[in-house]
């Protein structure tokens, strides 16, 4: 492959070739009547969480380890982009899951496990509470340590648009006197994103809970059955070797009909679920609750060589993102070993990435890139124990004395959402390798 050597050469006569987060697909060009762009992503991630849980002793709370939680994750995302118009494409994505693993153990501190000493293997706490006397002496373990859960086979899809509404690369011939040499050029991208239910089996975690001990064959899907709504936005600028961009994106998600339920299997939660969760004040507060999202990301491509004639280039791509989330009843570290969603913080997830970026001609790109990244500790567990329906400023509960207590939330799991015993996601580690190959007609 030949790339040109004096850069600024073909700035004054060609089209410059945007950062790969700003390239759009297009059509009615003189250069390009239609564009389609065939895009497969191969992503493998390992995040490894430390889990502990706060223990109350002497009337003070202090966090202890339990378990180490490890996700492996084997994911393809098949793309589709058409040109509708200059600078207007509309894509389609496929998530298909290779594998997607869960492992847990108790946590090892200092070379020695604390399987023996574990608050949650040695638990006597009921999920209904301790209201009588007498009925929290029996060791009742909360998890089944070491386990396993794994699921496969396709995730929800996204259809799309994305418009290039700044694009002087592209869509303007620059003229010596307008654009000279080594003039900075822009490109400013819109998009917006729908991820819409499929029918089919859902993610289920309560297939796990109990029967998740390592060596099971259990196996779920990836559906979760929500409308998801994406909007994003990102601008390039492309001067002479460097591009830097930013991006902004954002995220909501609705669940519908169908979407994971806690209060499905009502006999896995309190006393008081059976009634709760056939109550109209409690229809559907039991069922999955994505979190909001709203991310930031920071980069720049570095062009190592390039001859836009022929629609050729290599750059290494540098990339920081920050993403927000917030609070929701979601599939957390902790659903599978416990057989349920979790309410579960708000928290931030930040990673950066090194990446190089080829394309080869004007039909053919690729991208490989690592990254490493980390969460901030969260609480796992975070149910609030009911809400005051007869207006009379206090929340009435059973609290496992067998009594009805339609103020109490069904899925409040005494053993782990009050103070003094929830679980927390501590210490994240996340690391990955993935490969972008672009076929481009």
Known sequence: MRFARAIPVFLVAMPVLAAQVTDVATAMQDDRPFELDLRADYQHRRDSTRIRRENLQGGTITLVDELQHDRTLDQFDFRIAAGLHRGLELHVIAPFVLRDVQDWD???????????????????????????????????????????????????????????????????????????????????????????????????PSAFGSAAAAGNSIST?????????????????????????????????????????????????????????????????????????????????????????????????????????????????????LGKLTYAQEYVNATGSLGVYGRFARWAQLRVYGTVGIDTPRFLTTESIGKDLDGNGTVDISGGRGIPAPEQNPTYDFRLDQPGRRLKADNVLIWGVAGTLTLSF
């Open 221 to 337: 899907k990836e559906f979760r059955r929500a409308h998801v709504v994406s909007g994003w936005t990102a601008f390039s600028k492309r001067f002479r070797v460097a591009d830097p961009y930013v991006m902004l994106r954002g995220s909501v998600a609705f669940p519908v009909k169908g979407a994971f339920d806690n209060c499905g299997d009502p006999a896995a939660l309190s006393e008081v679920a059976p009634a709760n969760c056939a109550s109209a004040a409690w229809r559907d507060q039991a069922r999955y609750q994505p979190p909001v999202q709203v991310g930031l990301a920071l980069g720049s491509e570095f062009v190592l060589g390039e001859d836009p004639r022929a629609g050729q280039k290599i750059a290494l791509d540098v990339r920081g993102d920050v993403t927000w989330f917030s609070a929701g009843r979601d599939y957390s570290q902790v659903s599978d070993m």
């Open 106 to 204: 108790y946590a090892t501190v200092n070379g020695v496990s604390v399987a023996g000493t574990s608050t949650l293997a040695n638990n006597t706490i009921s999920i209904s509470g301790c209201g009588n006397p007498g009925s929290c002496t029996t060791p009742q373990p909360i998890v089944v340590a070491p386990g396993h859960s794994q699921r496969s086979g396709f995730r929800d899809p996204t259809i799309g648009l994305a418009w290039a509404i700044v694009d002087e690369g592209r869509e303007v011939r620059l003229r010596p006197d307008v654009y000279p040499p080594g003039a900075a050029v822009a490109t400013w991208v819109v998009g917006a994103d729908y991820t819409f239910p499929v029918p089919g089996q859902i993610d289920d």
